[in-house]
């Protein structure tokens, strides 16, 4: 697999946009969704396995 480190940046960026959401609800005055934040969390994690294997199964042309 030559790029692996860009399925961790793709997971990394669904998490980050989830914390963003959680901690920034507060001071903004809004309620937090915790299903939400629970769902664009696991979102990033589908996203890295997916990307993962699309990556892994690919030729190495």
């Known amino acids: ?3 692996p ?3 961790i940046i793709i997971g990394l960026a669904f998490v980050l946009v ?3 959401y959680a901690l920034g609800a507060v001071p ?3 309620h937090i969704e ?3 934040v629970t769902m664009l969390a696991a979102l ?3 996203m890295a396995i ?3 294997v699309l990556i892994a199964g ?3 042309d």
């Open 34 to 36: 915790w299903a939400g």
């Open 5 to 7: 480190r860009n399925t």
């Open 1 to 3: 697999m030559q790029h």
């Open 44 to 46: 990033g994690v589908a």
């Open 28 to 30: 903004l005055g809004y």
């Open 58 to 60: 690919s030729s190495k």
């Open 50 to 52: 997916m990307f993962y």
């Open 18 to 20: 989830a914390a963003i």
